[in-house]
């Protein structure tokens, strides 16, 4: 049985007299992967950061595991426990070491012992590929090896679900894909995710559904497959012909 865990329901957003996003309605079960893709300036990353509130909305509700989203406080601050997030820039803490950038969270926010959350971090940091950097500063990582620990860092705290929002944008190609692999296990091991992105290569093989979005609406939405050859929408078929052109 499908079990929601992300419940988006008639989302509007604004800023002043732009309607950013309209209408979103948007259901993630437990364990789906969910990858929106759409033109540039279509509400991807905005939908994306509503969903753990970094960006706040004008009406309408979004629950996560049953709960709606808090407005703020502590209430919230335990919810974006539960919601990682993976940006485009990778924002780890400059001076802290690696390690220390993936048990700060457990120690400060889950209350986890210091032992046993280095620990865990440094399984973390072997499964993304980085285990044998975590004494090193971020500095001294190239980008992809930095995403990763990003992510490590947000799986280090348990998440119900797992935000991306453009993860390789801002890397060079050939680290792209180390970070891509790391996600698709993740897809494997059954987290939640919803990733905004341009790789399609990544929507065709991790996704189990792909949401198209343009001018700040849902066009279609369908599963890879189905997307990738038979688009509905001149919407969709647009930007995908021009994606193989490119």
Partial sequence: MAEPLVVISDVQKHYGDFHALK?????????????????SG?????????????????????????KELPKEGKALAQLRAEVGMVFQSFNLFSHLTILDNVTLGP??????????????ARELLDRVGVGHQADKLPAQLSGGQQQRVAIARSLAMHPKVMLFDEPTSALDPEMIN?????MVGLAKEGMTMIVVTH???????????????????????????????????????????????A
């Fill in 199 to 245: 790789e399609m290569g990544f929507a065709r093989k991790a996704a189990d559904r792909v949401v198209f979005m343009a001018d700040g609406e849902i066009v279609e939405q369908a599963a890879p497959a189905e997307f990738f050859s038979n688009p509905k929408s001149d919407r969709a078929k647009d930007f995908l012909s021009k994606l193989i052109t």
């Fill in 178 to 182: 180390e970070v891509l692999d790391v």
């Fill in 107 to 120: 120690i400060k926010v889950l209350g986890r012992k210091k032992a046993d959350a280095e620990k865990e």
């Fill in 23 to 39: 209408s979103i309605d948007l259901t993630v079960d437990r364990g789906e992967v969910v990858v929106v893709i759409g033109p």
């Fill in 42 to 66: 279509s509400g991807k990353s905005t939908l994306c950061r509503t969903i753990n509130r970094l960006e706040t909305i004008t009406s309408g509700s979004i629950t996560i595991d049953g």
